[in-house]
């Protein structure tokens, strides 16, 4: 079974993220029995990542010794088959405790997955950030999907639970989520029966 980690790109502890992050989770069951793969949700800001201070280049660094809580998000990463990565946008860029993280990655992502997900508290959808985010996932040689995820007006749709507030908006949003959701997974689950063969 291919496992999927949806990963909340802030750090942000009151952000609107959270409201569309809590949604995904609300989701978990009836996504996993559907498609029949194991979802995990990384919240960025569990981490405590500080400014990525390493003398040595991760990708270089064969010897690397990590304090408990930066490897325990390379190792969850590692576990992960394929991801869903969520970032909002901030000045037309994404944020910078997601670059931060994604810094400390080596090899832990190579040849898996990516399905970007911008959301926002406008009707834009974080566009730019992803737009922004992706050079960084490439370089990291993640496969990303070639159209990004947008959600917008996240607090006039969802409260900080993940509740539909919105009636008239929980179809469209239902149905962009399992459209997601059916992408990564196929894409994952097909990798992952077939890799990259890298030697």
Same mark, same amino acid.
Request: charged share 15%; net charge negative; hydrophobic share 40%.
């Given at each position: ?33 559907? =498609?029949?793969?194991? *979802?995990?949700? %990384? ?6 990542? !500080? ?5 040595? /280049? ?74 922004? =985010?992706?050079?960084? *996932?490439?370089? %990291? ?6 159209? !990004? ?5 996240? /607090? ?44």
């Amino acid at each position: 079974m291919a496992k999927i980690a949806v990963i909340l790109g802030s750090v942000r502890q009151h952000g609107v993220g959270i409201n569309l992050f809590n949604y995904l989770k609300n989701q978990k069951s009836d996504i996993e029995t559907s =498609l029949n793969v194991e *979802l995990t949700f %990384l919240n960025l800001g569990q981490y405590n990542l !500080p400014v990525f201070d390493e003398d040595v /280049p991760p990708m270089a660094n064969q010897n690397r010794q990590l304090p408990a809580n930066q490897q325990q998000w390379l190792d969850d990463i590692q576990d992960a088959d394929g991801y869903i990565l969520m970032s909002p946008e901030y000045n037309h860029s994404l944020p910078g405790g997601l670059k931060n993280a994604l810094d400390y990655l080596a090899f832990q992502a190579q040849g898996k997955p990516v399905k970007t997900l911008g959301y926002s508290d406008n009707s834009r959808g974080g566009q730019f950030g992803v737009a922004a =985010l992706i050079p960084v *996932l490439q370089r %990291l040689e993640m496969i990303v999907l070639p159209k !990004p995820a947008l959600i917008g007006n996240i /607090p006039a749709i969802l409260d900080a639970k993940g509740t539909i507030i919105d009636d008239q908006a929980s179809t469209k949003l239902h149905s962009g989520v399992v459209k997601m959701f059916k992408e990564i997974s196929f894409y994952t689950t097909l990798l992952t029966a077939n890799p990259f063969p890298r030697n």
